[in-house]
C-alpha cells in the first residue's frame, strides 16, 4: 500500500515527505499556499501545531532540532520576513537534529500582499535550499532536505511557490527511515550566539556553503534534459515543467539544488550550447549569480519579473518577444460571505467616515465596493503601529477619526506588541483598536489560534486566551463587546464614544465565523474536515 | 502518441469546483494516465471567480493549460463563458448548466456534479468509472444524491 502511486498535491507531498523521514514535530503559521502541509501533517498522524506566528514557529523548531530529531517549520514567504530574526542566526548556530523549513512563495500573488523571492533569503543568510517542480520532487525533497540538514548541520529551506502546494500531481512514494530519540547534548559554544562564539560560527556556515556548492556540483539534485547545443535553458521549479513543453528541442538545466548554485554545472552547461538563457519566476536570482560567476547569458526582459510564468510566457522568453502581453478578461474579484459579520461591521464604519488602518484577514476585502473603507494594508499587525503613527502627528481633528482594525487570528499573530506601543507611547487624543473576533483564521481556511482555544487538530487546548483579559492587563482603559450582527447600534455608539475621548480602548466586535460554524459541526459529526 | 487532454472548470469560489475536478482527476488517475491538476484557491473562498485545470495523457509536462489549449471548459456558471473562452482551442467544446435540465436538480449544490455527466457524454470513459470516482471523492450520504445528479447531466 505505502509504495502505491497517488495523486497528492505538493503540501500533500512534503506532509508524506515528513512523515517518511521521521519527523518528530511539525509546526508552523497558516498562510496560503502553505497551509495545507501541516493540517495534512497532522492527518498523516504527525504531531503538528500552529504557533502564534512564523518567528515562534521557528524559534520551536530550533529548539527542536537542538535535540537531534527532526522538525519540519511551515510557512509562507511572508511569513519568513516575520521569522527573519532567528533564521539569520540559526544559520550561524547550525542543528543537530534535520530541520526543513518550506516556504511557499505566490507569484502572481494569488493571495498575498507582495511577491517576493524567498530564494534572496536563502543567499542572504546562507542557508542551503532546494526547489521541487511537482509533488514527486516535493515529497522526494522534504525527505532529501533533512538528510542534508544532518550531514552538514543546518537547517534547510524548502522552496515552495503556489503551482507546487496546489497543483496535483503523481507521486509513488518510498521508504521510512526512523530517527533518534531526542537527547540534549550540551553544546555552548555553538549554540550561545555571543559574539566571540559567533565570529568562528560565522567562518563555519561558510566553509559548509563551499562543501555542499562542491556536492550539488557532483550530486546535486539537478537534471539535464536534451542535448541540443543551440539553445540551452537554466530553469528550476516549477517553470522547468513549462519550459520543457514550451522549448522540447532545446537543452534543459533544471536546478533542484537553488544554494549553493552548482556554479562549476552551470558554467559548463553555458559552454555546451551556442544560446543560453535563465527562465526563472520572480527575481532574476540565477541569472545574477551565474553573470556574477562569468556565465554568458542572455538577459530575460524585465516584463517577466512580474507574475507566474506559463508555457506561452516560457515560448515568448525564448523568443526574445518583448512585446507587449495580452490582459486576460478578469473574474469576479473575492468579497465578503453573505452574512459574514464583518459586513455588519463595515457597513457601520463606512458611515463614520474614519481614517481605518487596516490588517490582514478576510476583512481587508472591505477595501473593495460595496465597503471601500480600509485606508491602509501593510503586513500582519500593522494596523495598530501604522494609526498610533497617525495619532502622533496629525492635526486633532483628523488624528480623532483614526481606527485600527484587525481580526482576532492577526491580532495574536502580531497585534500584543502593538497594543503594548499603544499604552506605552500613548497618543494625546487615546486610541481606538477594533478586533474583528470571528473565532477563527478564516482567510488561509479556518485554522485555530491561541485565542480560539482549540489546537491546530480543533481538539480543545483546556486555555484560551482572551482578548479582553490581554487588552485590559496591558493598560488599555476599556474594552466594550459587541455583536457586530445584534447589536450594530451599541457597537456604533462605542466607536463613536471612544473616538470623542482621549482613551484608549478597544471595542471587540465578536460574532462567529458563518464558515467556521458549518466546519465546526462538521466536525462534530464526526466527518471529514480540513 | 502523446495527446494531452486538457480540461479547464470555472466557477465562483464555493460551487464545488475543486471537487469536481478531483472526481475527474480521480477517474483518469485510475485509468493508470499521467495526470496533473492546478488550481488557485484561497482568498477565492469568498466568492471569487476561480478556475482549476486537469491534465491527463501519457505524459504530462505544466500542470497548468497554456491559453488557447484546453479541449473542454466546464463552467458553473454562463456568466463564465466570457471570461474564460479564450482558453479554449478553436474547437473546444463548452459544458454549462444549460446543456441539461438543470431546473430540475435536486439540490444546486449537486451542479458540478451533474456537470461531470454532461462531459461524461464527450468522453470514454464508463459510467461506472465516473462513479467510482464520485464515490471516492465524496462523503457515503452524499451518494445516492450525487449519482442521480450524474444521470441527470449525463440526460439519463
Given amino acids: 500500500m505505502s509504495n502505491e502511486r497517488r495523486l497528492l498535491s505538493g503540501n500533500e507531498a512534503v506532509a508524506l515527505g515528513a512523515m517518511h523521514a521521521g519527523c518528530a514535530l511539525g509546526v508552523g503559521y497558516p498562510g496560503t499556499p502553505s497551509t495545507e502541509i501541516l493540517e495534512n501533517y497532522s492527518k498523516l498522524g504527525g504531531k503538528s501545531q500552529w504557533s502564534p506566528n512564523e518567528k515562534v514557529a521557528m524559534e520551536v523548531g530550533i529548539g527542536v532540532a537542538f535535540t537531534g530529531t527532526r522538525t519540519l517549520v511551515t510557512m509562507k514567504h511572508v511569513g519568513l520576513n516575520v521569522a527573519a530574526d532567528p533564521f539569520f542566526t540559526v544559520a550561524y548556530t547550525g542543528v543537530t537534529g534535520g530541520m526543513v523549513m518550506a516556504v511557499a512563495d505566490d507569484p502572481g500573488m494569488a493571495s498575498s500582499q507582495n511577491e517576493q523571492d524567498s530564494r534572496n533569503y536563502a543567499r542572504a543568510a546562507g542557508i542551503p535550499m532546494l526547489e521541487p517542480a511537482d509533488s514527486q520532487e516535493a515529497y522526494e525533497m522534504t525527505k532529501l532536505a533533512f538528510e542534508l540538514s544532518e550531514r552538514w548541520n543546518?537547517?534547510?529551506?524548502?522552496?515552495?511557490?503556489?503551482?507546487?502546494?496546489?497543483?496535483?500531481?503523481?507521486?509513488?512514494?518510498?521508504?521510512?527511515?526512523?530517527?533518534?530519540?531526542?537527547?540534549?547534548?550540551?553544546?555552548?559554544?555553538?549554540?550561545?550566539?555571543?559574539?566571540?562564539?559567533?565570529?568562528?560560527?560565522?567562518?563555519?556556515?561558510?566553509?559548509?556553503?563551499?562543501?555542499?556548492?562542491?556536492?550539488?556540483?557532483?550530486?546535486?539534485?539537478?537534471?539535464?534534459?536534451?542535448?541540443?547545443?543551440?539553445?540551452?535553458?537554466?530553469?528550476?521549479?516549477?517553470?522547468?515543467?513549462?519550459?520543457?513543453?514550451?522549448?522540447?528541442?532545446?537543452?534543459?538545466?533544471?536546478?533542484?539544488?537553488?544554494?549553493?548554485?552548482?556554479?562549476?554545472?552551470?558554467?559548463?552547461?553555458?559552454?555546451?550550447?551556442?544560446?543560453?538563457?535563465?527562465?526563472?519566476?520572480?527575481?532574476?536570482?540565477?541569472?545574477?549569480?551565474?553573470?556574477?560567476?562569468?556565465?554568458?547569458?542572455?538577459?530575460?526582459?524585465?516584463?517577466?519579473?512580474?507574475?507566474?510564468?506559463?508555457?506561452?510566457?516560457?515560448?515568448?522568453?525564448?523568443?526574445?518577444?518583448?512585446?507587449?502581453?495580452?490582459?486576460?478578461?478578469?473574474?469576479?474579484?473575492?468579497?465578503?460571505?453573505?452574512?459574514?459579520?464583518?459586513?455588519?461591521?463595515?457597513?457601520?464604519?463606512?458611515?463614520?467616515?474614519?481614517?481605518?488602518?487596516?490588517?490582514?484577514?478576510?476583512?481587508?476585502?472591505?477595501?473593495?465596493?460595496?465597503?471601500?473603507?480600509?485606508?491602509?494594508?501593510?503586513?500582519?499587525?500593522?494596523?495598530?503601529?501604522?494609526?498610533?503613527?497617525?495619532?502622533?502627528?496629525?492635526?486633532?481633528?483628523?488624528?480623532?477619526?483614526?481606527?485600527?482594525?484587525?481580526?482576532?487570528?492577526?491580532?495574536?499573530?502580531?497585534?500584543?506588541?502593538?497594543?503594548?506601543?499603544?499604552?506605552?507611547?500613548?497618543?494625546?487624543?487615546?486610541?481606538?483598536?477594533?478586533?474583528?473576533?470571528?473565532?477563527?483564521?478564516?482567510?488561509?481556511?479556518?485554522?485555530?489560534?491561541?485565542?480560539?482555544g482549540k489546537k491546530l487538530d480543533h481538539l480543545p487546548t483546556g486555555k484560551t486566551v482572551s482578548l479582553e483579559e490581554t487588552c485590559l492587563a496591558m493598560g488599555i482603559d476599556q474594552v466594550v463587546i459587541v455583536d457586530p450582527s445584534r447589536e450594530i447600534e451599541a457597537f456604533e455608539k462605542a466607536v463613536v464614544d471612544a473616538l470623542a475621548s482621549n482613551d484608549l480602548t478597544v471595542v471587540i466586535a465578536r460574532r462567529p465565523c458563518i464558515l467556521a460554524l458549518t466546519r465546526d459541526a462538521k466536525f462534530k459529526r464526526g466527518e471529514k474536515v480540513r | 502518441m502523446n495527446k494531452v487532454m486538457n480540461i479547464k472548470f470555472a466557477g465562483l469560489g464555493g460551487q464545488g469546483i475543486l471537487t469536481c475536478t478531483d472526481i475527474l482527476g480521480r477517474v483518469v488517475f485510475d485509468m493508470g494516465h499521467d495526470v496533473k491538476k492546478a488550481e488557485v484557491h484561497g482568498m477565492s473562498q469568498r466568492g471569487g471567480a476561480i478556475t482549476s485545470d486537469l491534465r491527463y495523457g501519457e505524459k504530462v509536462m505544466s500542470p497548468m493549460i497554456p491559453v488557447g489549449e484546453a479541449d473542454f471548459l466546464i463552467v458553473l456558471g454562463e456568466d463564465q463563458i466570457e471570461v474564460n473562452q479564450h482558453h479554449l482551442t478553436a474547437d473546444g467544446i463548452i459544458v454549462k448548466p444549460s446543456d441539461f435540465e438543470v431546473d430540475k436538480l435536486e439540490n444546486k449544490r449537486m451542479l458540478n456534479v451533474a456537470l461531470l455527466g454532461a462531459l461524461s457524454k464527450h468522453m470514454d470513459f464508463s459510467t461506472e468509472q465516473w462513479l467510482n470516482a464520485v464515490r471516492a471523492q465524496l462523503p457515503e450520504r452524499l451518494h445516492a444524491a450525487n449519482e442521480r445528479a450524474f444521470a441527470l447531466g449525463r440526460g439519463e
Fill in chain 1, 154 to 452: 543546518i537547517p534547510v529551506l524548502l522552496r515552495l511557490c503556489t503551482r507546487i502546494c496546489h497543483s496535483k500531481t503523481i507521486v509513488v512514494p518510498g521508504d521510512s527511515t526512523t530517527v533518534p530519540q531526542a537527547n540534549y547534548v550540551r553544546d555552548i559554544k555553538q549554540r550561545v550566539m555571543i559574539p566571540g562564539y559567533a565570529r568562528p560560527a560565522h567562518k563555519a556556515l561558510r566553509n559548509k556553503l563551499a562543501e555542499m556548492e562542491d556536492w550539488n556540483n557532483t550530486d546535486g539534485p539537478n537534471q539535464i534534459f536534451g542535448s541540443s547545443s543551440k539553445l540551452g535553458i537554466i530553469t528550476n521549479g516549477v517553470v522547468a515543467l513549462h519550459a520543457l513543453e514550451a522549448a522540447p528541442d532545446a537543452k534543459v538545466f533544471k536546478v533542484g539544488m537553488i544554494y549553493p548554485l552548482p556554479m562549476k554545472a552551470l558554467l559548463e552547461f553555458i559552454d555546451s550550447v551556442d544560446d543560453c538563457i535563465v527562465i526563472e519566476e520572480s527575481d532574476p536570482f540565477i541569472q545574477t549569480e551565474v553573470q556574477a560567476a562569468g556565465g554568458k547569458v542572455r538577459p530575460r526582459m524585465e516584463r517577466y519579473r512580474f507574475g507566474e510564468l506559463d508555457v506561452v510566457r516560457v515560448k515568448r522568453i525564448v523568443a526574445g518577444d518583448d512585446s507587449e502581453e495580452a490582459v486576460p478578461p478578469q473574474g469576479k474579484p473575492p468579497q465578503l460571505c453573505a452574512g459574514c459579520p464583518h459586513g455588519d461591521s463595515f457597513g457601520m464604519l463606512k458611515k463614520l467616515d474614519c481614517i481605518i488602518t487596516g490588517d490582514i484577514g478576510c476583512y481587508t476585502l472591505s477595501v473593495l465596493p460595496p465597503y471601500e473603507t480600509m485606508d491602509t494594508c501593510v503586513c500582519m499587525g500593522a494596523s495598530i503601529g501604522i494609526g498610533l503613527g497617525m495619532r502622533h502627528v496629525l492635526p486633532e481633528e483628523q488624528a480623532r477619526r483614526v481606527i485600527s482594525v484587525i481580526g482576532d487570528g492577526t491580532f495574536m499573530h502580531s497585534g500584543l506588541t502593538g497594543v503594548a506601543e499603544m499604552v506605552y507611547n500613548r497618543p494625546e487624543t487615546g486610541h481606538v483598536l477594533v478586533i474583528l473576533d470571528n473565532g477563527t483564521t478564516a482567510m488561509t481556511g479556518l485554522q485555530e489560534h491561541p485565542g480560539t
